[in-house]
């Protein structure tokens, strides 16, 4: 049974930072190229960053680029999102995910089983 566990979101004002961590368990995390989308109330969902499966390719939403940073350790089935810069933009509830990973491109999967429980990232003015 697949298990993946967000965490390290809260609250924080403009300008600081968080950083996301997501766990897997029940996958064979080094066989897929995972990413983060985030999801905020009446927009639609969003692809955020993404990393295959031996970090050689990154994606970053035009939004984030600069600002984020997105790390795995295969050795810890562990997904990491470096937030810095926030901005109250960046407000939504955040998920990992495996999907499609391209250079310009990040595809999660729609199987929601492959999805956790998200954890929310607020970023007040």
């Known amino acids: 049974q697949v298990k993946v566990v967000e965490s390290g979101g809260g609250l924080v004002q403009a300008g600081g930072s968080l950083r996301l961590s997501c766990t897997t368990s029940g996958l064979s995390f080094d066989d897929f190229a995972m990413g983060w989308f985030r999801q905020a109330p009446g927009k639609e969902r969003e692809g955020v960053s993404c990393i295959t499966w031996n970090s050689g390719v990154t994606y970053y939403t035009d939004s984030v680029k600069g600002r984020f940073t997105i790390t795995r350790d295969n050795a810890k089935s562990t997904l990491y999102l470096q937030m810095d810069s926030l901005k109250p933009e960046d407000t939504a509830m955040y998920y990992c995910?495996?999907?499609?990973?391209?250079?310009?491109?990040?595809?999660?999967?729609?199987?929601?089983?492959?999805w956790g429980q998200g954890t929310q990232v607020t970023v007040s003015s």
């Open positions: 995910a495996p999907g499609r990973c391209y250079y310009n491109q990040y595809d999660p999967t729609d199987d929601v089983g492959f």
